[in-house]
């Protein structure tokens, strides 16, 4: 069949493959270059091993605290409170004990898959070399956290994850430069990061491209409801297809809407700073617990970024954060070059208040699929997704129960 993938980011790209090895014609479509949004610029970590969606009773006790900084790990524009209040809804309807369990084990679910499908992704396509598999740390300055860690290291066990906790001596041993105040760390042997996202997400576009999918930099204003679906852009032009796949990030919430699908979409903006040529700091990424924000060692350089805020997709970027991200690091890690040598961004997490995708087909039309709202984890998650969607263009059972990842369970 003909099949049109809107998006072409790192979920778009690896549709556009598992649609190629079922023997489809893939035309991509954005209305940027590949790689425009978050798969740009986001922390480079294959995060299989993280199964507790964001949505949680313990967060809930935090977000007071968080929301009295506004540099903090958290923060919520005032002028964009009144749009995100029924989203807001969801996510503290997600964090009730029944629907977070059901969230755990459809994150984990989908999870568990995304490390082997992309280790396979990458074999065939030649791309082995993007993808670093030194483990992972999540480091902890209060001893608390610490055991609270302990808990969650259990959950993980459940579902076949490796964890080991560590204590400061040993957490040393492993990244010399972090600094003496912590308490310990989780470390996962088993994780993954990428090279460079930019570098990895490009690489699988050609791949893709070079396997005979066309890309064409046009918007998709509209999608049709009939049996061959009609992708209509702001002028009127068309492309009709056999199947459209919708995958464009945060930008996908207004096209689901016009197919019958209100699914509640919005963005966490995330920042980072990178530090391009500075490598060897550390070995593998490092997560600092209750700071809001990583650290990973890119082929590239060195990236230092995480926070949410909450401001839509128009508002202008305020680096004070990405300062701010920046001096906590500084007093954990010895040895980080000037802020001032950095190169700032800014992206658009595509998030669901339940922490899961929406992965299924559209209302009113059956052939039109979506793939989108991956959050932290689109990195992670995009190469078992492709397989998924391209299990139901194919009328395959999946691999695993799409029931909670429905546009419909809102």
Not at 24 to 39: K, M, N, Q, T
Not at 287 to 303: A, I, K, Q, S
Request: proline share 8%.
């Amino acid at each position: 069949m003909k099949v049109a993938v809107v998006g072409a980011g790192i979920v778009g790209a690896a549709v556009a493959h598992a649609l190629l090895d079922d023997g489809h014609e893939v035309l991509i479509l954005d209305r940027e270059e590949p790689a425009f949004g978050p798969s740009r610029g986001n922390a480079g970590w294959i995060a299989h091993t993280d199964i507790l969606p964001i949505a949680s009773p313990k967060i809930l006790r935090r977000v007071p605290k968080f929301l009295t900084d506004p540099l903090g790990p958290l923060a919520i524009r005032p002028a964009y409170l009144p749009r995100l209040l029924p989203w807001l809804t969801r996510f503290v309807l997600a964090a009730r004990p029944a629907a977070y369990e059901r969230s755990i084990r459809a994150l984990a679910a989908l999870q568990q898959r995304a490390l082997p499908a992309w280790l396979a992704r990458a074999e065939r396509a030649g791309l082995r070399r993007h993808i670093h598999r030194r483990g992972g740390l999540y480091a902890f300055t209060d001893a608390a956290t610490l055991a609270e860690a302990g808990r969650v290291a259990k959950r993980q066990a459940e579902f076949g994850i490796r964890v080991e906790l560590i204590g400061p001596d040993e957490l040393r041993q492993l990244e010399p430069a972090l600094t003496g105040g912590f308490a310990g760390a989780s470390f996962h042997p088993d994780a993954a990061h990428v090279g460079d996202p930019l570098d990895l997400t490009l690489a699988l576009f050609s791949a893709a491209l070079a396997r005979g999918a066309v890309f064409e930099k046009a918007e998709v204003a509209n999608i049709s409801t009939a049996e061959r679906p009609a992708l209509i852009g702001p002028d009127g032009w068309q492309r009709v297809v056999d199947r459209a796949v919708i995958a464009a990030g945060a930008w996908s919430k207004p096209l689901a809407a016009a197919l019958g699908d209100a699914v509640p979409l919005d963005t966490e903006r995330g920042y980072n700073v990178s530090f391009r040529g500075f490598t060897g700091l550390t070995s593998r990424p490092v997560g600092f617990e209750g700071h809001g924000f990583v650290m990973t060692p890119l082929d590239t350089g060195l990236r230092i970024g995480g926070a949410v805020e909450f401001g839509g997709l128009k508002a202008a970027p305020n680096h004070a954060r990405t300062r701010a991200l920046y001096d906590k690091a500084a007093t954990l890690v010895d040895g980080l070059p000037g802020f001032d040598s950095g190169r700032l961004w800014m992206g658009f997490r595509p998030s669901l208040p339940d922490s899961l995708p929406v992965i299924g087909t559209a209302s009113r039309n059956p052939h039109v699929l979506y793939a989108f709202g991956h959050g932290h984890y689109g990195m992670t998650q995009s190469t078992a997704t492709a397989e998924l969607v391209a299990d139901l263009i194919a009328r395959r059972e999946p691999a695993i129960d799409l029931a909670p990842f429905s546009p419909r369970r809102f």
